[in-house]
């Protein structure tokens, strides 16, 4: 056993009979209230899941096990001093709830390295979809083909224990998150640079490697792919993509069903779709009405205009956060920092001082700040990654260390199938005394 598989018991087994002690001493006490609109509103604020890597607060914004972003850019062990921390740090946080040390991180890299082979009917089924597959489905269909490989799933076939179920989970997780760069890469060179393959270079990082594999060798992209893949990574549990995760994974589907799942949920336009639709609209914008800081009068009406076709600003708002997402002040910070002059970061900038006065005129709209995706595009593009229809590949790459290690947390404390009840609107409207 690993010593971060060791590290994980160690921590699980206390926790695990915590768990117990609530649900058998206190399951019937009463937390919250549940309204019509709650249910008709998308569950918005229902307190109905456990979640133990990350909580996002409104006002706040995400801390992972207790720290914020700032805080993890500074601590989490770096290639560099002055770069951005590796999420494989992130990952042993998540999943254990203490920080890592250098070494810590180290082993994972290699760790991941050492897992990331890919079968060869992998690359067959990716090859069998046509060239213009959306890269989200030749993605999700490439992680759904290597669920035959779920170490989960062969113990499970062979009787073990409920009390066991985590120890292959573990396993599976491992080699599923270790694999993601090297099909997400392929993926990437096959549609966009005529399959040309690069082969993934041991000596560097989780992420890092995913950039070189995509063809990227300075340091510049390197250390951005380390921001892009430790910032995108979770997002407590009820967001769609970890709370599909985690609602799939309750049947005790293992975990390449499952992460397969919440990824097709990711590729949602109100979720991590919005990363490209930020592009495509800002190009859009500029195609319409030219520079874009040239006339800020110019924006607020491109922007009410898109409002007036019945659209969303993609980008801005968000289902709990009400003030700007520290996801996008992070990389505003990193591209004043790295590429002030660029006229992508300085239109996006522009965008950030219109877009949320025109949204918070709006009484409906709760939140009218930027979120994660106004941001990730522009730092892309900046170093060569034009690619946008590709983006939200990797928005999902990042999001394995989140959803996974949740996983790997519901099958250590047993959680159980999950199952709400339905009702028809009669019901309901019966409840409202109509
Ligand atoms: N532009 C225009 N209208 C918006 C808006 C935006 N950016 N954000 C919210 N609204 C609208 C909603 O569409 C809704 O309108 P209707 O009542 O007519 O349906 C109304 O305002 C109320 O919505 P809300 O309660 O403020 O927000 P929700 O929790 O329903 O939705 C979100 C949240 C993110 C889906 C929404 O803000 C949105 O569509 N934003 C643009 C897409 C986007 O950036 N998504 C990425 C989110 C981050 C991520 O998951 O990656």
Redesign the pocket.
Known sequence: MDHIKKKFVEKALPRVAEFRKLLTEHGDKVIGEITIGSVL??M?GMVSLLTDTSKLDPEEGIRFRGYSIPELRKSLPKVNPEGEPLPEGLFYLMLTGEMPSPDDVSFLSKEWSSRSTIPDYVYKVIDALPLNTRPMVQFSTAILSMASDSKFMAAYLKGIGKQDYWDTTYEDVMDLIARLPRIASYIYRRMYHDNKQIDPDPSLDWAANLAHMMGYEKYEVHRLMRLYMFLHSD?EGG???AHTTHLVGSALSNPYYAYAAGMTG?AG???????Q??IRWMFNMIEEIGPACDDKEKIRKYVLK??EDG??????????LRKT?PRFTAQLEFGRKYLPDDPWLITMTCLYEV?PEV?GS?S?????WP????GSGVLLLHYGIKEFDFYTVL?GVSRSLGVLSQLLWDRAYGMPIERPTSHPLEWFKKQAGI
């Open positions: 509103t998308g918005k997002h967001n769609v993509s990711l336009p109100l979720h991590g779709f919005a990363n639709e930020v898109t409002l659209k969303v600003i993609p980008g801005y708002g968000h289902a709990v997402d877009v949204l709006i409906k709209i709760k939140n009218p979120n994660v995706d106004a928005f």
